[in-house]
């Protein structure tokens, strides 16, 4: 089993990585895109950007040990105030605010990745997890901005192990089951219960894409060719 210390350097690779494509795409965007809508309701993609700065300084807030916002009421508000911005100046903030959390985890100590800390809902979970929950953000969100990033882009560790962990905690839910199988990794899950499984197969990162939300599953080979089963977010 990769120590706590080993993998949180596996994710903050991952996080550097896929914050170069986020970047890049939104130096890309045209100055008007930012009041456009994004892909999540009733957010513009200004709400998306300003949202994942103000999640990198939570973050690093849970880093040096600190809650992770001072409440849910300021982050909404926060996220309402800065969304209107200037592209240019939600550019810089991005850069600005994962450069506070890349220092911020390359101070800390192997220690404290073996400890616990307090999401914002309230449960607890491993520090080391700390870059994989923003690497969820960062990836998730670049796709939810609608500027051209789809999840056939996903990288393949990412796509496996997202798939993974949301068909485990869909197992066993209450919605009809269904059998998953990748056909490009050969990875497979089954979500949901009761008998007469749906069988439904394709790529790992369409399969993950309608377990996030992100996609209907319209190209997705279902057994029989029935509507797939509404989804509960995913919080």
Known sequence: MTDPQSAAASWLNQV????????????GLAPEDVAQPSALPGWTRGHVLAHLARNADSLVNLLNGLPQYAGNEVRDADIERD??????????DLRD??????AAAAATTAEFW??????????LFPAHEIPLKRLLE?????????????PARW????????????ATKLHGAELPRVELTAEDTKDAGV?????DPLAVRGPVRALLAWLS?????????????TALPQLPPMG
Do not use: C, M, N, W
């Open 16 to 27: 550097e990585e896929a914050t170069a494509r986020l970047l890049t795409a939104v130096a």
């Open 83 to 92: 969304a209107p911005r200037p592209l240019d100046v939600h550019l810089a």
């Open 97 to 102: 605010s994962h450069a506070r959390f890349a």
């Open 114 to 123: 073996g400890t616990e800390v307090k999401h914002r809902s309230g449960y």
């Open 138 to 150: 960062v990836e998730y969100h670049h796709v939810d901005l609608a500027g051209g990033y789809t």
């Open 155 to 166: 990288p393949e560790e990412f796509a496996v192990t997202e798939f993974h962990k949301l």
């Open 191 to 195: 979500i949901g219960s009761g008998p």
């Open 213 to 225: 939300g992100r996609s209907a599953g319209a190209d997705l080979h279902r057994t029989p060719d």
